[in-house]
């Protein structure tokens, strides 16, 4: 019987493996997109436990890389660091980190018998669903990155996800390896209640960086122990920074790596805490410092995470701002930059969350304040619009060229037409309308 039980078992990996892989090359040959997400579907359909058999076959073990931001270009990052050692890697690089995303990923590295030849298998997954992950898959490594809001219609206040994530995590055997954000004081919290877990810390040393007031998008000021209001050393973006409670004697936990030492891969501070979670998180795993250093310079973005683009001659940089911690930080790089013209594009379909009152809590008074040419697009472009104006403290707008064009084709032609030829057009848009706007730059769908 048990024979018998193995033998249907593998004829419907098999066969889920092939009908994946004829979804797959069916969808790229139409040009229809980077099938990222529907072969794994239909695969689920056909064996249900794809996703557990798949991650048993991975060598050294699955990488499990969660949070709000930061996870795909974390994810690339560390599987740089990994193929440069030489390592075989299985990585969900378009994004697409539910389940199905997952299977599919995993599936592009398998033969037509679903055998999975790999050393190691990086996983970004969504954070609301990293529990339902951990019930089937025991990883190598869990990299938590941050908890900030992000599609409250979907998914919840970040206190809900990190009580979901430490009851799951708790569970794991002690040879799991957790990488915690030091600077996040729920993540830091979540990691200093692991008892049976190696726990690894992450975090900035740059008082410089500090910002000069706390910003509209914070998320989690108090503590996460007793519920007082931390005091804050220093905060370097919405709730993340230096602290400690006064009240019960929480204090963030010291990273292991000092980040006044090393370089970031891209611009903008919150890329500085991508580079130290993945290199803290390679570090986990054995790579030599070395390595890791030689893997920054080389370092490309992954799409819509800053990518740089030349378009009819001009430059442009596409950095995706999905939620309100996200687009400040992209802010502050337009604004720190000489550059005078950005598109932002709002859109409220599913992967952007349809909840976009999100955007009364993004600093824009930054942007009307520095002046030059802003375009708004997007399903909610007067939403949008109607922010940027109310971001005005005077009625002197004589500063600033705002321009709402409700076609997003339209409002690229208009943007670039407003960049000068030694200047880069920077476009902030949220996720589902950074993909339309690649297309349209690019010709060619990513998902």
Not at 311 to 336: A, C, F, M, Y
Not at 337 to 358: A, C, F, I, M, Q
């Amino acid at each position: 019987m048990g024979k018998k039980i193995q033998f249907v078992e593998q004829l419907r990996l098999c066969l889920a493996v092939l009908v994946a892989k004829s979804v797959t090359l069916i969808v790229r040959s139409l040009r229809l997109g980077a099938a990222s997400v529907l072969p794994g579907f239909i695969a689920s359909r056909i064996e249900p436990h794809l996703l557990q058999l798949l991650t048993q076959q991975v060598k050294n073990g699955v990488i499990l890389v969660a949070g709000t931001n930061g996870k795909t270009t974390t994810s690339l990052f560390l599987r740089e660091i990994l193929q440069r050692k030489g390592y075989r890697v299985a990585h969900n690089s378009t994004g697409a980190n539910l389940e199905n995303g997952l299977i599919a990923a995993l599936m592009e590295s398998t033969d037509l018998l679903g055998k999975l030849d790999v050393d190691y298998a990086i996983l970004e997954v969504d954070e609301n669903i990293l529990p339902r992950v951990l019930a089937v898959i025991q990883p190598r490594l869990i990299l938590c990155l941050n908890l900030f809001r992000d599609q409250l219609d979907r998914y919840g206040e970040v206190d809900t996800i990190s009580k979901r994530w430490q009851r799951a995590i708790a569970t794991l055997p002690p040879k799991t390896i957790i990488v915690a954000n030091a600077d996040d004081p729920t993540i830091c919290y979540l990691g200093q209640q692991l008892s049976q877990q190696q726990v690894l810390f992450f975090g900035l040393n740059e008082p410089q960086h500090y910002l000069e007031q706390i910003p509209h998008a914070v998320d989690s000021i108090y503590c996460p122990r007793c519920g007082h209001a931390l005091n804050y050393k220093g905060i370097y973006l919405s709730h993340m920074g230096e602290y400690n409670c006064r009240s019960c004697g929480f204090t963030r936990s010291e990273p292991i790596l000092n980040s006044r030492h090393w370089p970031q891969i891209l611009i903008g501070l919150y890329n500085k805490y991508n580079t130290l979670a993945a290199a803290t998180a390679a570090m986990g795993l054995g790579i030599d410092e070395a390595t890791i250093r030689e893997t920054i310079p080389s370092f490309q973005p992954a799409f819509g995470r800053a990518e740089k683009l030349q378009i009819h001659g001009k430059q442009v940089r596409i950095l995706l701002s999905k939620n309100p911690v996200g687009i400040n930080e992209t802010i502050r790089v337009v604004t720190q930059s000489t550059d005078k013209t950005t598109l932002l594009v709002l859109n409220d379909r599913t992967p952007d969350g349809t909840d976009v009152s999100w955007i009364w809590d993004v600093d824009t008074e930054k942007l009307v304040e520095r002046g030059g040419t802003l375009v708004v697009s997007g399903d909610r472009v007067y939403d949008m619009a109607l922010r940027l104006r109310y971001s005005a403290k005077s009625e002197d707008l004589s500063h600033l060229n705002l321009i709402v064009e409700e076609d997003l084709r339209q409002a690229i032609t208009t943007a670039l037409e407003h960049t000068p030829d030694n200047e880069t057009l920077h476009i902030l848009p949220t996720y589902s309308a950074m993909l339309e706007v690649r297309e349209v730059l690019t010709g060619r769908k990513i998902l």
